[in-house]
């Protein structure tokens, strides 16, 4: 049974910093394509960045690329998201993914997820 733990949310004021962390355990990490999603009240849940099973592939949305950055460290089974010049737009619970089958795209495909954790940006 996979398990998908994401921790390192919380209140940050605008223009600062968080970084997301998600812990995997019950599957081999390193065979997993890796997400995070993101839903704000009253929005549908929406794809922030995707990281390939080694790391060498990423990808972002719109709307923070440029500003966040996934990773992940395969020896740890944890991926990463470090979000900077963080906006009042970014307060969602954001949620950890992964895949471990193929997919039309890097944002697609994802069937285990974590309980999310809550980003709050304060202007």
């Known amino acids: 049974q996979v398990q998908l733990v994401e921790t390192g949310g919380g209140l940050v004021q605008a223009g600062g910093s968080l970084r997301l962390s998600c812990a995997a355990s019950?599957?081999?990490?390193?065979?997993?394509?890796m997400g995070w999603f993101r839903q704000a009240p009253g929005k549908e849940r929406e794809f922030v960045a995707a990281i390939s099973q080694g790391g060498s592939s990423t990808y972002y949305s719109d709307s923070v690329k440029g500003r966040f950055t996934i990773a992940r460290d395969n020896a740890k089974n944890t991926v990463y998201l470090q979000m900077n010049s963080l906006k009042p737009e970014d307060t969602a619970v954001y949620y950890c993914?992964?895949?471990?089958?193929?997919?039309?795209?890097?944002?697609?495909?994802?069937?285990?997820w974590g309980q999310g954790t809550q980003v709050t940006v304060s202007s």
């Open positions: 019950g599957r081999t990490f390193s065979s997993a394509t």
């Open positions: 993914a992964a895949r471990w089958g193929t997919a039309a795209t890097m944002r697609t495909g994802f069937d285990s």
